[in-house]
């Protein structure tokens, strides 16, 4: 079974200050590749995407990620956070191979961004 | 833009207690699907379904039933509640195949069982 490891459980920058989450997929097939945020008190939103092509993604609030296919990571980055990104964030996966139209997520990393 | 309505935010149950938690989408969407969300474990499959009457398993579905009886509502129950049940369950809905399509998510529903 897939499975998707977010090492970072519990970040905490100051605003300005970059940041990098790391996400990596056990799966060795075609995948769709997600990144979800969860506002406090709100509902998972989606933050950006990857199906094909450029692995370099941008996704909305300044969001971008970087696909590496030969090290199985999805990293989500941000030249500079700012108070409003606190959050929980969710990197999440889905095979293009088993016919699986669920997302396998990982465990989150909950940023706190301090002012 | 999409609404996915969990019937209630927060649910106070006894253990043993058939529990019912109750997701509707207004957008037409064929795939539904039940997670629970615990704190260092992320969002966990319970059940999905891609089509009325149809349901397959997720990761963890165990203690837990499914139904879908009209495309729009998919309703998780819980046939004798325990307290390890006790969670944040979330339901999501996505188009067609979902193979380029995201999930959209409801509020949540959080479950005390006790």
């Known amino acids: 079974a897939q499975s998707v490891s977010q090492h970072n459980h519990h970040v905490i920058l100051s605003e300005a200050a970059s940041l990098e989450l790391g996400c990596n997929y056990s799966y060795g097939g075609t995948v769709n590749l997600f990144w979800y945020v969860q506002y406090p008190g709100q509902h998972l939103q989606l933050l950006l995407k990857y199906f094909s092509g450029d692995p370099l993604v941008k996704g909305i609030k300044g969001f971008e990620a970087e696909f590496i296919k030969s090290k199985f990571s999805f990293n989500l980055r941000k030249p500079s956070v700012q108070w409003s990104d606190t959050a929980e964030y969710f990197c999440a996966v889905k095979s293009m191979d088993t016919g699986r139209r669920a997302l396998t997520f990982g465990s989150g990393t909950r940023l706190q961004v301090q002012p | 833009d999409v609404k996915v309505t969990q019937s209630s935010r927060y649910l106070v149950k006894r253990t043993g207690e058939k529990v019912f938690l109750e997701c509707v989408q207004d957008?037409?969407?064929?795939?539904m699907f039940w997670y629970r969300q615990d704190p260092g474990l992320g969002l966990r499959l319970i059940y999905f379904s891609y089509d009325v009457k149809m349901k397959e398993k997720g990761d963890i579905p165990e203690g837990y039933s499914v139904s879908r009886e009209k495309k729009e509502r998919f309703s998780l129950i819980l046939e004798s509640a325990s307290t390890n049940q006790t969670s944040m369950y979330l339901c999501?809905?996505?188009f067609g195949t979902g193979y380029n399509s995201p999930l959209h998510f409801g509020n949540g529903t959080r479950l005390t069982v006790t």
């Open positions: 957008m037409d969407h064929e795939n």
């Open positions: 999501a809905s996505s």
